[in-house]
């Protein structure tokens, strides 16, 4: 009997493209997508840029009870994050699809001068009544003047009643090509990092200095009084997490996909993560932009597969620490290292620091869980590739997780943080919690009792950002409560702040290659080749008895292509990945189809409606397929209901009833080739020995 068993690790030959700030222009505001609103000087309705303090407000039934800026209906007043929070700011987003985007829905109540959230009850409130003032979310109450917003239907502008002059504005700026701006050394191109970083820190207040180090919805927002660049995240672990950019010939406009990183480990191949690496970078760059994406990408993942079953091993190189520390230092170096030594190209960040390898298992979840490891383990085994991110790639960057160690929550060991990466290896960069993980301290881990204790543990571990809540709402309450002083925030401030120079992000664009960059460097033929080869060399062939492979459209007649996977489009694509338009239309019967399907017949039956699937009705026309040709194939495996980011498996088998329709499809048929579709390991005993 000929068997023949291929091993496709989630390959995608395609394009994936997580909606952050845009880049703040030379002059004035743009009206985009991720601008925070914000309170500024009132302009006249001779003023040219007029348009970014007009505002039409629409009611009646969703998806109006919006407010839009007056010459970009698309686009409406979002509550940060979806957030319930006191606090969440105000910005402007794209106008949701979905009815139920309460965050987007708002009613001007004139009676009361009230602008009111209808998720939340909340009134949209200015942090302050001068220039730059922050609009958030708060309780609403009628002593509060910075609640009292005058809407006049003539010129569209909400004043702020306690003070005329003020206007609500999508995100005004100041900006280092005006003065006073462009005398102040942190404006400066040709002063020092160091210089720029010790002239700005001062300037800023102690709620700016807590917004910077807010990383919650993937930006801080900046310092627009100050012309301070937004500090913006994303992800790039196999391809750019972002949504498309603009379109041209030949190109989706959408981020070029490679296979995952257990994939990408097992090519074994340096210039091959070196290639990867680099298309990341230059794309990151083209849609960052355009306004679709950070500069600072959570990535890579190089925490060690040590449990098969782990949810996230599709995004790790291996289970290896050799393997894992060479990863970090090519795909991080790609990333990081450009044409232009002046600037960062991206900036990387390794995650997640330490002994993370749990998403849910015996009632234990990765916001609960603490590993218990010796000191030995850590050293020879876990801390192996982060060690490599700081002493070898020299990322600028390091995730901590949401487990515990031995007791003592991630982002807030210090002994680790300060102690071993900083002090012993050597790291110069920043500490990023992983999402949630400082509030955990407190909510999960039942380390300390309050947020702001929380916020006082993590900041003294060296956790410089929260992607949370807890540095947003609880920080700067942290400081004026004595539990930290604002010295040890500058701190954190210090450590952050001196990308945005590194970045380029603090000069001007005219002489940087990167802010060149666009739509033609996104989704080249090129990097589509590089994605290709990347598939190629990941491919693992298990076995191919009596040569089997590789056939020939013309020596056959008819195939079977059988299987769950067999026309499946999405599960290509892994986790973590962006908006893509290439995948719908490239599943295996779909390329199969569209390459031999004029010189053989084509049998398609999917057996079962998808990998955990236990309905057998199917089979008996999947038996009969394979019977009636000459050979049959069987695509199976698993997809990201089986595996994935806060779900892992509680076993290595093929979910539902996979095995038994690729028994029964044997049995039919001695010319069998079984191709298996999954991000982690499958035990395929009964298979192999079939």
Same mark, same amino acid.
């Given at each position: ?43 006249? +309705? ?30 409406? /007043? ?8 006191? $606090? ?9 699809? #979905? ?11 004139? !009676? ?41 239907? %003539? !010129? ?85 997490? !972002? ?16 296979? &995952? ?9 340096? *210039? ?15 849609? !960052? ?6 500069? *600072? /990408? ?25 393997? &894992? ?37 015996? $009632? ?62 050597? #790291? ?7 999402? $949630? ?63 945005? #120079? ?41 076995? &191919? ?49 569209? +390459? ?23 089979? %008996? ?70």
């Amino acid at each position: 009997m000929a068997g023949y068993i291929f091993h496709l690790a989630i390959v995608c030959l395609l394009s994936a493209c997580v909606l952050c700030a845009p880049d703040w222009p030379d002059g004035g505001a743009i009206i985009a997508a991720g601008t925070t609103t914000q309170l500024w000087s009132c302009i006249s +309705s001779a003023d040219e840029n007029v348009h970014h303090q007009q505002w039409e407000i629409q009611t009646g039934s969703y998806p109006n009870n919006t407010v839009s800026p007056k010459d970009n209906s698309t686009m409406v /007043f979002d509550i940060e994050k979806w957030s319930n929070d006191s $606090g969440a700011t105000l910005w402007l987003h794209h106008r949701s699809p #979905f009815q139920t985007a309460y965050n987007q829905q708002f009613s001007y109540k004139s !009676s009361a001068n009230r602008l009111v959230s209808l998720m939340n009850g909340h009134c949209v409130t200015a942090e302050g009544n001068t220039s730059g003032a922050v609009v958030n979310m708060s309780p609403c109450s009628l002593n509060n003047t910075l609640q009292d917003w005058v809407y006049d239907e %003539h !010129s569209g502008q909400f004043r702020l009643k306690s003070s005329p002059s003020s206007c609500l504005d999508a995100g005004s700026v100041a900006n280092c090509s005006t003065e006073p701006f462009s005398t102040y050394t942190y404006c400066d191109p040709a002063a020092s990092i160091n210089d720029r970083v010790a002239d700005l820190l001062p300037r800023l207040t102690l709620a700016e200095k807590a917004q910077f180090l807010n990383a919650g919805g993937h930006t801080n927002g900046g310092v627009p009084r100050l012309g301070v660049a937004p500090f913006t995240y994303g992800e790039g672990l196999h391809g750019v997490r !972002s949504t498309c950019g603009s379109a041209i010939a030949g190109s989706t406009g959408c981020a070029t996909s490679f296979p &995952n990183g257990l994939a990408l480990g097992a090519t074994f191949n340096r *210039s091959l993560w070196t290639l990867v690496g680099q298309t990341v970078a230059t794309e990151g760059r083209a849609l !960052s932009n355009q306004g679709n994406i950070g500069l *600072s /990408f959570w990535t890579p993942d190089i925490n060690l597969f040590r449990d098969p079953r782990w949810g996230r091993g599709q995004e790790v190189p291996s289970e290896d620490p050799y393997l &894992n520390s060479e990863y970090v230092t090519y795909y991080s170096r790609a990333l990081q290292e450009g044409e232009d030594p002046r600037y960062l190209k991206i900036i990387a960040s390794c995650k997640h620091f330490s002994a993370y390898d749990l998403e849910h298992w015996g $009632g234990q979840t990765r916001f609960t869980f603490s590993a218990n490891v010796t000191e030995r383990d850590l050293v020879e085994f876990y801390w192996v590739p982060f060690r490599a991110c700081v002493e070898k790639a020299h990322a600028k960057s390091i995730m901590c997780s949401l487990n515990a160690v031995n007791g003592i929550p991630s982002c807030g060991y210090g002994l680790f943080q300060n102690g071993i990466v900083r002090d012993e290896w050597g #790291f110069e960069g920043f500490f990023v919690g992983d999402c $949630g993980a400082v509030g955990e301290i407190a909510t999960s881990h039942h380390y300390t009792n309050s947020s702001e204790m929380a916020c006082k543990i993590a900041i003294e571990a060296g956790t410089d950002t929260d992607c949370g809540k807890a540095y947003h709402s609880s920080l700067a309450q942290t400081v004026k409560d004595g539990l930290l002083t604002e010295a040890q925030l500058d701190i954190s401030v210090r450590r952050v702040i001196r990308y945005l #120079f590194e970045l380029g992000r603090m000069d001007p664009p005219g002489d940087q290659p990167y802010t060149h960059l666009g739509p033609e460097n996104v989704d080249t033929d090129e990097h589509r080749q590089r994605a290709l080869e990347a598939a190629h060399q990941m491919i693992i062939l298990l076995k &191919n008895e009596n040569n089997l492979l590789p056939l020939s459209a013309q020596k056959l007649s008819t195939v079977a292509l059988i299987g769950p996977q067999a026309n499946a489009t999405q599960t290509f694509l892994s986790n973590y990945h962006g908006a893509n338009t290439l995948v719908d239309s490239h599943s295996i019967l779909m390329a199969m189809t569209a +390459s031999v399907g004029s010189q053989l017949t084509i049998k398609y039956v999917a057996g079962l409606d998808s990998p955990a699937s236990t309905d057998q009705k199917e089979f %008996h026309d999947a038996v009969s397929a394979a019977k009636s040709s000459d050979v049959a194939i069987v695509c199976v495996g698993l997809d990201q209901s089986e595996e994935r980011e806060g779900r892992d498996r509680t076993d290595l088998v093929l979910p539902g009833a996979q095995d038994d329709l690729v028994q029964k499809v044997l049995q039919a048929q001695p010319n069998t080739i079984v191709v298996l579709i999954n991000g982690g390991p499958l035990a395929i005993e009964s298979i192999k020995e079939s």
